[in-house]
């Protein structure tokens, strides 16, 4: 990636993505003691919960995770980092909430337990499985929806 996209990209989530970065860049001072290395423009930080999120610049990813999967959830996660270049300050509105209560709330763990839907299935999980095999070349073969 040129000089000139990095820029781009650490500029445009500093101003357009600020709700997420900001967010982001709090959880990324209270890890500090935490791995961090750089993905791809964004700073991945492993961190000891069984959930990964991506917040602006931020990617936290469970330290749980190995091998391909580990990378696969990175690419995913990168999505995210994508689609908050793309919806900047209303990504938490579209992405981040509707997303959170997909993953968290009960109701829709039961139900995707029961009906065996893939958590990939839903709209910003599949949309940020695109992103991420689009702008990394990479194929997710273990995480598809």
Same mark, same amino acid.
């Given at each position: 990636?040129?000089?000139?996209?990095?820029?781009?990209?650490?500029?445009?989530?500093?101003?357009?993505?600020?709700?997420?970065? %900001?967010?982001?860049?709090?959880?990324? %001072?209270?890890?500090?003691?935490?791995?961090?290395?750089?993905?791809?423009?964004?700073?991945?930080?492993?961190?000891?919960?069984?959930?990964?999120?991506?917040?602006?610049?931020?990617?936290?990813?469970?330290?749980? %995770?190995?091998?391909?999967?580990?990378?696969? *959830?990175?690419?995913?996660?990168?999505?995210?980092?994508?689609?908050?270049?793309? %919806?900047?300050?209303?990504?938490?509105?579209?992405?981040?909430?509707?997303?959170? *209560?997909?993953?968290?709330?009960?109701?829709?763990?039961?139900?995707?337990?029961?009906?065996?839907?893939?958590?990939?299935?839903?709209?910003?999980?599949?949309?940020?499985?695109?992103?991420?095999?689009?702008?990394?070349?990479?194929?997710?073969?273990?995480?598809?929806?």
């Amino acid at each position: 990636m040129s000089i000139l996209k990095k820029t781009g990209y650490v500029l445009v989530q500093c101003t357009w993505g600020i709700i997420q970065t %900001l967010i982001g860049a709090v959880i990324f %001072l209270l890890l500090a003691g935490h791995e961090h290395r750089v993905y791809r423009c964004c700073i991945v930080t492993g961190w000891g919960r069984s959930d990964s999120v991506s917040l602006g610049l931020f990617v936290f990813l469970s330290e749980s %995770l190995e091998g391909r999967y580990r990378e696969e *959830v990175l690419i995913h996660e990168y999505g995210h980092t994508i689609q908050s270049l793309m %919806l900047g300050v209303i990504y938490p509105f579209v992405i981040s909430i509707p997303s959170a *209560v997909w993953c968290l709330f009960p109701y829709f763990i039961k139900r995707r337990e029961r009906t065996g839907i893939s958590y990939y299935s839903f709209y910003p999980e599949r949309w940020a499985n695109r992103l991420g095999r689009k702008v990394t070349g990479e194929h997710l073969s273990m995480i598809e929806s």
